[in-house]
């Protein structure tokens, strides 16, 4: 019996790791893996997504709707800020990194200004189950469920539908695009606010289990990217192969010696990553099918 509890501990331990590298990086896999966008607002998605979900839970919607509202508002925002500034740094990535930082701060202050220090959260649902004596969140493990079908349907979205393909060809080939009749511009706006609602979802999912303050994005922020740039530009076969390398890893660290280490160890991965597969964990992939 000790043996299975030690098993699936570790199970759980990756797949709660995995979820969240996966949920927090899927976003930001859109719009800087694809779009090239650094991103520093990304954190901000997030808290845009976990703010209106608690608030919307709170006024007796189903929780699952709410996150949905958290989601579909983050995307919202994502869409109104790429039209009125993202849109004029595609192949700008300074630029991109002091507008997105600018963004980050005014709408993390204007939260803490307008919304007050802290919000009152929500209880995380679905109890608890035991293996072995020992009691696991049932939500961590939905959210494993979620992070996995999530990548699946990224990865028909983008490959086998009409606007996935619409949008790889905008931002891979913008003019070709164009000349084949494609609104680039909304292309590039619908594929921004995806990015946006993926990175709204994530802090809506993770919203029962935080607390609800205007800085909670940072909270995010150091693994999306870590992910992202080991996995490469790819969402799907970049984000997959990245999270569960850099689940096992925080796992193993963490449970050896505690958070700070396994911090640690991702941030050495990455290091070690770009030295080697500069294109990251995608880009070699696809090195290889050629």
């Avoid at 009749?181 to 029962?208: C, E, Q």
Wanted: aromatic share 10%; hydrophobic share 55%.
């Amino acid at each position: 019996m000790e043996y299975i509890h030690l098993a699936f501990t570790a199970f759980y331990q990756f797949g709660d790791a995995f979820a969240f590298l996966v949920l927090s990086a899927m976003g930001l896999a859109v719009i800087f893996g694809m779009m090239g966008i650094i991103n520093l607002a990304h954190g901000e998605f997030i808290m845009c997504g976990a703010y209106v979900t608690v608030a919307t839970a709170r006024l007796g919607v189903p929780l699952p709707i709410a996150m949905l509202c958290g989601s579909l508002a983050a995307g919202i925002l994502g869409i109104v800020l790429e039209r009125t500034i993202i849109h004029r740094l595609y192949h700008r990535p300074l630029d991109s990194i002091v507008a997105t930082w600018g963004i980050s701060l005014i709408l993390t202050q204007g939260t803490l200004i307008v919304l007050g220090s802290s919000m009152a959260g929500i209880s995380t649902p679905l109890g608890s189950f035991s293996v072995g004596g020992y009691s696991y969140s049932t939500y961590r493990m939905v959210l494993l469920g979620v992070a996995v079908l999530l990548l699946i349907g990224l990865y028909v979205l983008f490959h086998h539908t009409t606007f996935g393909i619409h949008s790889r060809a905008t931002i891979q080939a913008p003019h070709m695009a164009k000349a084949a009749g494609i609104d680039t511009g909304r292309m590039y706006s619908l594929t921004f606010g995806l990015g946006a609602a993926l990175a709204g979802l994530a802090g809506a999912l993770y919203a029962p289990t935080i607390s609800i303050v205007p800085t909670l994005g940072a909270n995010f922020l150091v693994e999306s990217f870590v992910t992202v740039v080991v996995g490469g530009a790819d969402v799907f076969l970049g984000t997959a192969p990245a999270a569960a390398t850099l689940a096992v890893i925080k796992a193993f660290l963490t449970g050896w010696q505690g958070q700070l280490m396994g911090q640690v160890g991702l941030l050495i991965t990455v290091m070690v990553v770009i030295r080697i597969l500069p294109q990251g964990l995608s880009g070699w992939l696809l090195k290889g099918r050629t």
